[in-house]
C-alpha cells in the first residue's frame, strides 16, 4: 500500500517558464558557451544576435521590465528548465538534445522583471 501526505503549503506549483520564446537555427558551429546566459541590455541582445549570425533581431524586448536568456546548442533541440528558489529567486538551466548535427540551434527565453529579483545569480532590477 501507497500512502502520500500532502502539506498544504507544498502544494504543487507549475515550474516558472518565460513570457515569450524565440528559437531558431544558424549555419555558425559554435559561439561559445552553451550554458543560458542572462542578456540584460539592449546592445548586449543586439551583439548576442549578431554573434548568432541572425541579421535581424528575433523578437522585441522591452529591457526597462525585461530580462532575457540565450542559450545555444549544437543539438537538434534545445529548451529551459525554470525552477523558482523562493525569495524572488529564479534558477534557469538550458538542456538540449544529445543528438550533434551542423549548425547551431538557439533559444531566447523572455521573462519578466517584476517576477523575479534574480536570475542565475544575477540581479535583475
Known amino acids: 500500500m501507497l500512502v502520500s501526505a500532502v502539506w498544504a503549503d507544498e502544494s504543487a506549483k507549475p515550474d ?5 520564446e524565440f528559437r531558431g537555427e544558424t549555419e555558425k558551429e559554435s559561439t561559445g558557451p552553451f550554458n543560458a546566459r542572462s542578456i540584460l541590455t539592449a546592445s548586449d ?23 532575457v536568456l540565450l ?10 528548465r525554470c525552477r523558482d528558489e523562493g ?8 538542456i ?20 523575479w529579483k534574480e536570475i542565475n545569480g544575477t540581479a535583475v532590477e
Not at 96 to 115: A, E, N
Request: proline share 6%.
Open 16 to 20: 516558472p517558464a518565460p513570457v515569450r
Open 45 to 67: 541582445f543586439e551583439a548576442a544576435w549578431k554573434e548568432l549570425g541572425l541579421t535581424e533581431s528575433p523578437g522585441e524586448v522591452d529591457f526597462q521590465n525585461e530580462v
Open 71 to 80: 542559450a545555444t546548442t549544437r543539438g537538434s533541440r534545445v529548451g529551459f
Open 87 to 94: 525569495e524572488g529567486k529564479l534558477s534557469v538551466s538550458a
Open 96 to 115: 538540449s538534445t544529445r543528438d550533434i548535427r551542423p549548425g547551431l540551434r538557439y533559444l531566447i527565453g523572455v521573462f519578466r522583471k517584476k517576477d
